[in-house]
Nanobody, 119 residues
Framework: QVQLVESGGGLVQPGGSLRLSCAASGFTISTYAMNWYRQAPGKERELVATITSTGGSTNYADSVQGRFAISRDNTENTVYLQMNSLKPEDTAVYYC????????????WGQGTQVTVSS
C-alpha cells in the first residue's frame, strides 16, 4: 500500500523553526521528484518547495526562499522540509507529494500536517 506520512507540524512562535518529515512506504521515492505544498484556510494549495529525484536541484516559492530548505534521504525513503524564521503567514496544512512522469503519471499525496505560527 502506497503511503506518504507527514510529521513534525505544530504550534511555533514567529521567528521559530520546525522540521517536517515525510516518510514513504509501499514505493521507493528515489525515482520521484518530491514536493511540499501548503494550503491555508480559504486559499488554494500552493507549491512551496520541490527537489529532483537525485536531490541535485531544488526550487522554492518566492515567499519561502531563503527561509525553507527541502532535502531528501533516498536510503531512508524520506523527504524533509526545514522551516526557519517562520511567519504567521506560513500557517497552513503542509502536504508531501511524490510525482513522476514517464509513460504515465504517478502522483501520491500525504494526509497533511498542520503548522501554526502564532504568538
Amino acid at each position: 500500500q502506497v503511503q506518504l506520512v507527514e510529521s513534525g507540524g505544530g504550534l511555533v512562535q514567529p521567528g521559530g523553526s520546525l522540521r517536517l518529515s515525510c516518510a514513504a512506504s509501499g514505493f521507493t521515492i528515489s525515482t520521484y521528484a518530491m514536493n511540499w505544498y501548503r494550503q491555508a484556510p480559504g486559499k488554494e494549495r500552493e507549491l512551496v518547495a520541490t527537489i529532483t529525484s537525485t536531490g541535485g536541484s531544488t526550487n522554492y516559492a518566492d515567499s519561502v526562499q531563503g527561509r525553507f530548505a527541502i532535502s531528501r534521504d533516498n536510503t531512508e525513503n524520506t523527504v524533509y522540509l526545514q522551516m526557519n524564521s517562520l511567519k504567521p503567514e506560513d500557517t497552513a496544512v503542509y502536504y508531501c507529494n511524490a510525482h513522476k512522469r514517464s509513460w504515465k503519471i504517478w502522483d501520491y499525496w500525504g494526509q497533511g500536517t498542520q503548522v501554526t505560527v502564532s504568538s
